[in-house]
DNA sequence: TATTGTTATACTCTATAACTATA
DNA sequence: TATAGTTATAGAGTATAACAATA
């Protein structure tokens, strides 16, 4: 198989559909980053990374940094750098782990609450409009299901450079 | 319905579905991001922008830079600024369209085929093993149809903040 | 006047490595 | 010694606005 004008050598059918598939799927996903973002910007003066992290603290009261670096791709230094945004935007609290003193625990404020629930609704509505209005409810479960299993597929297997450091024990390799 | 902790008000199980759909959706893409920008950089020293733009010029020979910002979601400033990085490499060269002296076209050389050549098959067995591996082929068909229809469906209707500019004749409002 | 592209600039974000403090 | 987190710093990338040149 070739790609007009390039030898592309060993590029086969089914990699060609699967190239296309990951090409459709990135894109897409770009575009809609892009209006995440401006949406969440307008209405809550807020990234999408610090959304996240708003609805990951909404959800449990309380995180260590490393608990939400978990959930996120980031380095522990860019945690910390966002977390240094929301707090100064009185969104979250630090205040560290009795339990254990190394341990920085993040807190969502009244005011993040505010803000998540000021946002919400308009994110809702762009995903609506950009992602569920072109595909039915059944694509929709299915996408999520997909989607799913291979967020979780990265996730479990191969070296993630988001944790250079271990979180869990057990394992003493670099 | 209610996430957790707080009080998502008019947050109604639909809209749930869709949010878990989209976080998803997010997630195993960054995830996914991540690890192609890696093998990008180790085995071609370029980004995945980049790998992006060489993929479009491999198929066509010469853009414009307008045409080439179709097909991405950056400012043409942002463009400018990557075309110049892929010239300096010299894997692209700029020239003027004889036709249009307004206009750049970009083609890709000899040695930025040679570095598509050189990381495209890296790039396929890291999709493959990311995303592919957890999918079904019925379930790759389907992903990339359903995403197809959503970047199409963003790309259409709503104003692309990539393009402040109108590219295409006929609308005169800003 | 509208369009194509570049430049200058400022800013956001991310990562690496060194560092502190606790377990 | 290993782990949690921060800081310092440097670099990549992006966007805005002003600009030059052509249509």
Redesign the interface.
Known sequence: MS?????????QPP?L???????????????????VE?QLRAQGEIS?VQF?LL?AL????SLSMTQLAD?V?YSRSGLTYQAGLLEKAGLVTRRSNPEDERATLLAITDKG?ET??KV??GH?EV?????????SDE??????D??????????TE?P???APRKRRPGRTNP
Do not use: C, W
């Open positions: 790609i007009k004008g390039i030898d592309l050598g060993d590029v990699e559909r699967q190239l296309q598939a990951y090409f459709a799927l990135t894109e897409a996903v770009a575009l809609l980053n892009h209006q401006q999408a996240e609805m909404v959800k449990t009261e959930g791709v609450r998540v629930a919400l609704p809702i995903t609506r409009r950009l992602l569920y209005e072109a595909v694509d929709l479960d299915r996408l999520r997909i989607m799913t299993r291979v967020r979780d597929n990265i996730r191969p993630r450079s988001a």
